[in-house]
């Protein structure tokens, strides 16, 4: 697959959340970034730990740090069941799709259903995250029902 996150591209990404840039960090954040998909935690740390010695907890950490600092998304999915995917620091927080037959998480285009900022500004509320999802059937499953 082709990598969509370079090491560099990562690293500036942790300066300009103002982050310290560590191997770990570097390792955690391409990992998702690379990812097509929002990742699990425990995707995230099989991909790594391919590569390097890292333990769980470790990367959990990683993982709520870069969520905290607006690196990552953080879509929580239920009481154990988390993913995380790239949150772009000059966008809107962007919906996701969730297809209910193999369910899997797409990111969806912050246009596909973009917020009215002038109406939530008018709201009064401090809105600190956004959790738009879409359900239905993905692609790849509308083309196996096809078949049949
Ligand atoms: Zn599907
Ligand atoms: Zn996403």
């Excluded at 890292?54 to 969520?67: E, H, Q, S």
């Excluded at 690196?71 to 996701?96: I, T, Y």
Aim: net charge neutral; proline share 2%.
């Amino acid at each position: 697959m082709k990598a969509r996150m370079s090491a560099k591209t990562a690293e500036n990404r942790l300066k300009e959340a103002g982050l310290e840039v560590t191997d770990h960090r570097l390792q955690v954040l391409m990992a998702v970034g690379n990812t097509a998909h929002p990742s699990s935690a425990p995707e995230i740390l099989e991909i790594i730990s391919t590569k390097k010695d890292i333990n769980r907890v470790t990367v959990y950490r990683i993982l709520d740090l870069l969520v905290e600092h607006a690196v990552l998304n953080r879509l929580s999915l239920g009481e154990k069941s988390q993913r995380f995917c790239l949150r772009n620091a000059r966008e809107d927080e962007h919906p996701h799709f969730h297809c209910t037959r193999c369910d899997s998480y797409l990111c969806l285009h912050v246009k596909t259903l973009s917020l009215d900022q002038k109406v939530l500004d008018g709201l009064s509320l401090d809105v600190r995250h956004v959790d738009i999802r879409l359900e239905g059937v993905c692609l790849a499953c509308q083309d196996k029902s096809d078949r049949f």
